[in-house]
């Protein structure tokens, strides 16, 4: 079991520091890193990634990283190569776990194949390389006529038949409170399920608010997830900032039920 968080979600000036207050500061595992094409803040910007490659080798530090590309839209040998440039990258600083969104398209079950085929030609090079794709659950198909992608289980079942070790599930708990089905995402998903983001909204909007300070049920979630025997990585996405004390009542939520998690932290 382990405890990350998002790069996003607190204070950092350069990758040295961002690595220190995780675990000397927080006492948590590592850190799950934001990476876009563009370099630049708030995502890592390429002196952070340098830096990183410096520091990273035999720390010890959990590192994973989400990147931003709407891959159902992208073309398929574009959206080949941005995959491929990240995994490069993760080869060089020692990333191991890459979260993605499967992207928006118009057509529900034309973008479902569209990225069903852009996995099955790019699984065989990650699972060669032990990174693995992280695909998150995002908001309902028809929220704000947004068209995302993979908020029900039919959806994500359509590419987990790929059977590939080289993919597992990011579950987000604000975007399945949103869509009203945590419990059936959960259940239909606990064997691929290998990354939990710690969100927190009121149901309606994806807010990212304190932990514990909306309505995400979260006890409910943590109840399911010992039962199903989950023992992944929790990614705390969650502001964690000058006060302290919704990041620590989240700590202490979860190691009433994973009394071994966030080592460094005890």
Not at 221 to 244: H, K, M, N, Q, W
Request: aromatic letters at 8%.
């Amino acid at each position: 079991m382990k405890v990350v968080i998002s790069a996003l979600h607190y204070p950092w000036s350069d990758m040295e520091a961002c690595l220190r207050h995780v675990t000397a500061g927080l006492g948590l595992d590592g850190v799950e890193l934001s990476w876009h094409s563009s370099f630049a803040r708030p995502h890592c910007t390429r002196e952070d990634i340098e830096q990183l490659v410096r520091l990273a080798p035999g720390s010890g530090i959990e590192l994973c990283a989400h990147i931003w590309e709407n891959l159902a839209r992208m073309e398929p040998g574009s959206a080949e190569d941005a995959l491929r440039g990240w995994l490069e990258l993760c080869g060089r600083t020692g990333v191991t776990g890459l979260v993605i969104h499967g992207g928006s398209y118009d057509d529900q079950r034309e973008g479902i194949a569209r990225t069903r085929r852009l996995l099955e030609r790019v699984l065989p090079q990650f699972e060669r390389q032990g990174v693995t794709l992280l695909l998150e659950n995002h908001y309902a198909y028809d929220y704000r006529n947004c068209h995302e992608l993979f908020s029900e289980p039919w959806e994500f079942q359509e590419v987990l038949s790929l059977e590939s070790p080289a993919l597992r599930i990011c579950f987000d708990t604000g975007h399945a409170h949103m869509t009203r089905n945590i419990d059936e995402l959960l259940t239909s998903l606990s064997d691929h399920l290998q990354h939990i983001h710690l969100a927190d909204n009121d149901g309606r909007d994806d807010l990212h608010c304190a932990y514990a300070a909306g309505t995400v049920p979260f006890d409910r979630i943590y109840d399911t997830l010992a039962t199903l025997g989950f023992d992944g990585t929790f990614c705390i996405e969650s502001p964690v900032r000058d006060d302290l004390r919704s990041f620590r009542k989240c700590l202490s939520m979860i190691r009433e039920r994973w009394p071994g998690a966030a080592g460094r932290g005890r």
